[in-house]
């Protein structure tokens, strides 16, 4: 099993790349990025990166909504 890692940008924890092959740690800070080693290699369809945690968690359910009927309520619509 290969190695995957997170590379995100260090002052703001935002997820920049995934990948089994990175760069060297002292070009990674040099352009202000760090890896993280993961467990695998992540499913993006089914986690989301938090960058307050640098952590990935469970996507939220997608919820259906009908337009057309938000559209109907809003009594700001002509």
């Known amino acids: 099993m290969e190695q995957w890692y997170a590379i995100y940008r260090t002052s703001t924890g935002r997820l920049e790349s995934l990948g089994t092959v990175v760069a060297d740690d002292s070009y990674l800070a ?33 919820v259906p909504r009908d337009l057309v009927e938000e559209l109907l309520a809003d009594p700001d619509f002509p």
């Not at 369809?45 to 640098?54: R, Y």
């Open 30 to 62: 040099s352009n202000g990025l760090t890896k993280l080693a993961l467990a695998g290699e992540p499913d993006l369809q089914a986690v989301m990166w938090v960058e307050a945690t640098l952590t990935f968690v469970p996507r939220p359910p997608k």
